[in-house]
């Protein structure tokens, strides 16, 4: 398992510091930028590009970010890079791109976005731009199929899981991922009481950070159990 204490050390902006899509919008060079110069952590989500790329973008539709119709995997990363975000002047980066921008500044965590059937590739894509990447960063992802990939396609880049629930069923879904090594935990942080977070983290001793905190009573709840938070619209910092 890749050592990764750095992950506990400061607040991680979900998709970057935005400004909940007022001026500064999510996923954006700009919201990347406002994180590493306010000294955050990066969370960023990334889809596969039609041309094999690893792009910066959270839904599989267009609509909601950029106003137009279509699918993000459906475009070549060079396609998405001319799609306005919000009206704004921002693009759509890829991740590369990005990695550029933030160049070690902050740590950085990717959330792979998985469409089965459509995402082969996507591991090995995020794996090469972060090879010769010579900051913090992991990878983690809520899709289990890509999961069982992280150990073959993504070999020593610390890596993660996503989850959420409370049912026994998702917990046990959760402990099937552990076998495969699984170096710390992201969970909904309305969902942090559970027998897997605890034995993740007394029994595995594995970083668990939540998501997504959006003020502060959620992060006096995250503090209490976990070790670090993924926020977005207010400053932990005013806690």
Known sequence: MAKIDWLKKVPIAHRGLHDLNRARWENT????????SAGFAIECDVHLSADGKAVVFHDGTLDR???????IDALTAEQAGRLRVGGTNDHVPTLAESLELIAGRVPIVVELK??????????????NDLKE?????AIMSFDHHLIRLFGKDAPGIPAGLTAEGLLDRELEAHFSMLAHNIDFVSYNVHHLENRFVEFVRARLGLPVISWTVRNLADKAASDALVDQITFEGFDPRNA
């Open 29 to 36: 060079l700009s919201a990347f930028e406002a994180a590493a």
């Open 65 to 71: 970010v950029t106003g137009t119709q279509g699918n």
């Open 114 to 127: 998985g469409i089965p059937g459509r995402d082969d590739g996507l591991v090995s894509a995020v794996a």
């Open 133 to 137: 990447y010579a900051g913090l960063a």
